[in-house]
């Protein structure tokens, strides 16, 4: 550089700050936009020029999605399948992944390897099968019919995660808690599942927004109202007429509050560092 | 507190590998027995075999008379101080100490009680509501110390404790640890690879090679008589000088190289069995601390050396020399890349700190004959009886 230094804004006119500028508008304007629009009349929301900030600013998107489309119960729906389905799959997964990781056992490397194969296989593969299996168990038009699969789906990545977030614990510690008389249980959750914590955040977030996003098999699987999820709710929204957008975008912004929230409680946890000063600094 | 005593060990792995070899030793009530030997000899495996945490291969492992093979860590009453501590980081010091406790599930008064008794054996009172994260080395090494004492055990097991903490605060700390047991009078079995800390802090030693014990005695019998050369090599820092020499006509004299030294009969009524070495070769071992410089005029046993390297240390000078006698290097005894640096023939001798001396120049030793170690060249076993 020519050594000068620079004072006020215009230290931030370089490459860094301006590339770090257009990724965050890339990024952040489609949310803005959803956000803005939630707000607008259907009047303004097809208005030219558009408009970057609503005029008037409604509510009535959010009142209409509420009472007309009965986005309440979508919302019900997704809470309760989205949140079983992540518990499910961190109870499992800290079992299976401590298991992985510490025990000793035959076949370590085939389990693995089969996990991360069936974590990559394409939901549109197994919904058939998955559908008429679902259909002799009776289970279409249930929370089980989604939670059940879900958990199938997402505790491979689950596993592989927890499981290499377990190995990195040092093994001294459980070493510690049974000479310290600790039983496997009490040392998986008195020693082990606290330090894993970040592990658990990164795959129950990862895991939440799965099950909360998911569509085909919410769709094929659960098709009435009473059932629906927020994916294939908001996906019926209007009739074959009308696409009621301002709705669609109301209902959306309320969708992305959850899975917001959860991120900003959890970010500093997913952050590593529980470990700092277990063994030696 | 309770003796331990092990009777022909093994530990066998799945691969074969065998890392001790029916090893058999007892720790007496209250003992404070150090396990020495190189990395990889099977100390620590021995020690984790105490500890229940290896499965023993074959032989009896008893804990105050009883046979403990089968039983859990727990079941043995048995306390260890890890070497990397394993703390548990989202715990404070006073629930890290207290967790042994809470699993034998003892009244929370009791609990307090103890914890707060330990903490005050080892200063850790203003520390009690701290995480690990927030302490220094020395301070984790003391909460390890205290999750340890305050169950009261009947054996210490230590796995080399003070090995992450800087030098001075490991002089410190061995010390404080010593005071602990002795306060406490239990049976204790310290695994190092460091022989300064076997020989100042065990009642007795115990060198391992190859998953085997060597020697087991007062540290200062092991590092006046070692038994072979191993233990001669292994014990002592700057380690002993071990030449090969051909014992002379009646065991008289003693030639290295192409020096020759009178033995006394002091020699002979020391080492009997050396008679018979007559006009063979032998290996003799001589520390460095019994090799004084001395005025080249003075009568009795000497060796006289090429200086290479004079250093200072204050108290004494250590003076690197060179004879024309082959260099004697233990396997196992000595790592290899000192052993790479010992030219052939250097020994290294402590003097006082008045002598005059620089590299390049001759110096004469004299030899302390009578601390003068000899071993067969073929089984390396002291000459003794």
Redesign the interface.
Known sequence: MNGRKRYGWHRFINGTYIATFVIAVLTAAPLYWLIVSSFKTPVAMGASPPQFFPNPVSTANYSQAFVQYDFGIYFRNSIIVAVVATALVLIFGTLAGYALARTPMRGKFTTMVTLLIISLFPSIAVIAPLYLLLRNLGWLNSYQGLIVPYTAFNLPFAIWILRNYMLGIPKEMEEAGRIDGASPLRTLWSIIMPMALPGLFTAGIFCFTACWTEFLMALTINDVNNYKTIPVGIATFGTPLEVPYGTIFAASVVAVVPVGILVLIFRKWVVSGLTSGAVKG | MAPVDMENLNKVYENGFRAVKDLSLDVADGEFMVLVGPSGCGKTTTLRMV???EDITSGDLLIGGKRVNDE???QRD???V?????????MTVRENMA??LK??KMPKDEINKKVNDASEILGLNDLLNN?????S?GQ?QRVAMG?AIVRQPTVFLMDEPLS?LDAKLRVQMRAEVHRIQRHLGVSTIYVTHDQVEAMTMGDRICVIRDGTVQQVDHPQTVYGNPVNIFVAGFIGSPSMNLYDATVGEGAKSLKLGSQEIDLPDTVLMRSPALRSYAGKDVTVGLRPENLPAEAPDKTGPRLVGDVSLVEALGSELQVHFTIDANRVLPEGAVGSDEAAAIGRGEGVAIVSPKTQVKAGEKLTFAVDIDDMQFFDRATGLAIRE
């Open positions: 500890a229940g945490l859990s860590p727990k048995i306390a260890m890890f070497q990397n501590y394993a703390l548990y980081p989202h967790f042994p699993m034998e995480k690990p994260g927030q302490l080395g984790r999750r992450n």
